[in-house]
């Protein structure tokens, strides 16, 4: 039985990812196709455009067979923690290849590269050198994808999981839309600025609410009434960067304004957000210290194929939560605690509340 995967954001779902789906599909012709997603927060360190619902649910109905949830603390870290754990829950999940979209498309580079000593790595942080330049001074400049697929490799290997790419068809970063498949960046920017994005997914009811600058008062709030003593001990607020944050909210006049500030040769803006994410949040690094890895599969949604691979996994005695109460009391915590942020723009919160702990999805 062959069962593939892909690690995923959907963020939102567009064409593009449905070009990587099909091409799986004609090339390779999985029996199951598992999806790994993160959740309400992504790993650039921002909200999702639409919640993790909805991006499951299109994902299933366009090709995907299972989807699979990336717990919130990992879906909101640098590439080698969010492709580990991503990696490790497919593993779990009994997938023996992953296919993941590269810029390059060089799979015999990027094998290569991720056997590149990286003993270095954190020698350049102390440094004061941002995690970019240090991946760049390591491996030479790489685009994210590919930064993501060498870890994927990395991860892969060693737990006997294939791994192939696809080309992209769109560049990561790329902010205009095109005729053909307009990145995931594209599109949001095509929503946030009030422009035509219909063509490019299949998503049509994406909105403005959830972007950074709509969260910045509670930002705003946490920095000017915290202590840096307390803020230190949050999770990614390391090197004293929550003076450099608390300094920099007393001057700025928006949140982008603020960001700009912020960035430097240390802090990239994806580093800067992650790390306000875990401000909304609250996350300590006591109680991420404290995680044991996750040991099991949340399931977002499902078709008929991806409800007998959870039968099989089951019956292999992987810990399936397609409850609520059936997540690890830790992980539960910091996800009810992430839809409590996530939903802070919204004026009828409810409904997104309840949303954490219904039932997956199951389409047919």
Not at 316 to 340: C, R, V, W
Request: proline share 4%.
């Amino acid at each position: 039985m062959k069962t593939f995967g892909i690690i995923c954001e959907y963020n939102p779902f567009h064409y593009g990812h449905l070009h990587h789906i099909q091409q799986i599909k004609k090339i390779h012709n999985p029996d199951v196709l598992v999806c790994v997603m993160s959740s309400n927060f992504v790993q650039r360190g921002e909200p999702a455009i639409i919640n993790k619902w909805e991006r499951a649910k299109t994902a299933v109905e366009h090709g995907v067979d299972l989807v699979i949830e990336l717990p919130f603390i990992y879906s909101v870290q640098s590439a080698n923690h969010f492709a580990q754990a991503s990696v490790e829950l497919l593993h779990l999940a009994h997938v023996d290849t992953i296919v993941f979209g590269s810029e390059t498309n060089d799979i015999e580079k990027l094998n290569q590269l991720a056997l590149v000593d990286t003993s270095l790595f954190n020698t350049h942080l102390k440094a004061g050198i941002s995690s970019a330049k240090a991946y760049e001074q390591i491996y030479g400049e790489l685009d994210p994808n590919d930064i993501l697929g060498m870890n994927y490799i990395k991860y892969a290997s060693p737990l006997n999981i294939n791994t192939y790419s696809i080309q992209r068809t769109n560049q990561y970063h790329e902010t205009t839309m095109n005729e053909i498949h307009s990145s995931a960046s594209a599109i949001r920017n095509a929503v946030y600025t009030n422009h035509a994005y219909e063509s490019q997914t299949p998503m049509k009811e994406l909105s403005n609410t959830f972007q950074m600058k709509n969260y910045y008062p509670y930002i705003k709030t946490l920095l000017l009434t915290s202590d840096p003593p307390v803020l230190s001990k949050l999770f990614l607020m390391d090197e004293g960067i929550e003076n450099l944050l608390i300094k920099n909210i007393k001057i700025a006049n928006s949140y982008e304004e603020f960001i700009q500030l912020c960035i430097s040769k240390r802090y990239t803006k994806a580093k800067i957000q992650r790390t306000l994410v875990h401000l909304m949040n609250q996350t300590t690094k006591q109680e991420v210290n404290a995680l044991t890895k996750p040991n099991y599969l949340r399931i977002l949604a499902f078709n008929d194929k991806g409800q007998s691979h959870i039968k099989a996994l089951k019956e292999d005695g992987i810990h399936i939560a397609s409850k609520f109460n059936q997540i690890p009391a830790p992980y539960q915590a910091m996800e009810l605690k992430a839809t409590h942020v996530y939903q802070y723009p919204l004026i009828n919160t409810e409904e997104q509340l309840q949303s954490e702990t219904q039932a997956p999805l199951l389409l047919r």
